[in-house]
């Protein structure tokens, strides 16, 4: 049974901080990782993908993979208001039955406070 | 270009009923994927189509649920004789083929009385 675990929050920082969203998955064969963003109500958004070890820079997102620790992280720099919502990480890898269904953490409540 | 599209919005039936939700991909998108979110959970694998074949159905529930994709495209799920267990936020994603980013529709909610 593969399994994603994040911190269910909330986490609250204020505006113009830097907001760090942390998960760890079971699965080593995990080959693929993403961070979706969900406001209340709606439906996942892609924020970004990450495939190798290492940091990926995307505008104010950087996304951060450490296959050795089975860990994904998710920075946020200069927190707005805007970005108040709850983060989802999710991840991919062939299921064993043939297909690359996403397993999905529980997600993280952010609250960014003006 | 136009996302993934998913109808009705809303659906409000009586349990007992049966249920039709349907789900139009992204164009030229090979795989599609149903999930579903109840409240306070995460989201839930259903099933998996590549193409029009379901590899994995692993995920459904119960033989309450099934789902078919034809042309490659547009796939419907259906609950039959709904439970109340069964409301929740059915979600669709597409990928351009396997393995590739996961697109979401806008979900449509089902409630059962």
Redesign the interface.
């Known amino acids: 049974q593969k399994e994603v675990e994040q911190n269910s929050g909330p986490l609250s920082v204020p505006e113009g901080a830097i907001a760090s969203l942390n998960c760890t998955y079971s699965d080593r064969g995990s080959?693929?990782f993403?961070w979706?963003r969900q406001y209340s109500g709606?439906?996942?958004?892609?924020i970004m993908?990450i495939y190798s070890n290492g940091d990926k820079e995307d505008g104010r997102f950087t996304a951060q993979l450490n296959k050795a620790s089975q860990y994904v992280s998710l920075l946020i720099r200069d927190s707005q208001p805007s970005d108040s919502a709850t983060y989802?990480c999710?991840v991919?890898g062939?299921?064993g039955?043939?297909?690359?269904?996403?397993?999905?953490?529980?997600?993280t409540k952010l609250s960014v406070i003006p | 270009g136009a996302g993934v599209s998913q109808s009705p919005s809303n659906k409000v039936t009586e349990k007992g009923k049966d249920v039709e939700l349907r789900c139009d991909p992204i164009s030229g998108h090979t795989a599609l994927y149903w999930y579903r979110q109840s409240l306070g959970q995460g989201l839930e694998f259903l099933i998996y189509f590549q193409g029009n074949s379901a590899p994995d159905k692993s995920g459904l529930p119960s033989d309450r649920f099934s789902a078919e994709r034809t042309g490659g495209s547009v796939s419907t799920l259906t609950i039959q004789r709904t439970q109340q267990e069964d409301s929740a936020v059915y979600l669709c994603a597409s990928s351009l083929a396997e393995a590739e980013t996961q697109y979401f529709g806008p979900g449509t909610r089902l409630l059962v009385l």
């Open positions: 080959q693929s993403f979706y709606k439906s996942p958004e892609l993908f989802l999710a991919n062939e299921s039955a043939g297909s690359y269904q996403l397993t999905f953490g529980k997600g």
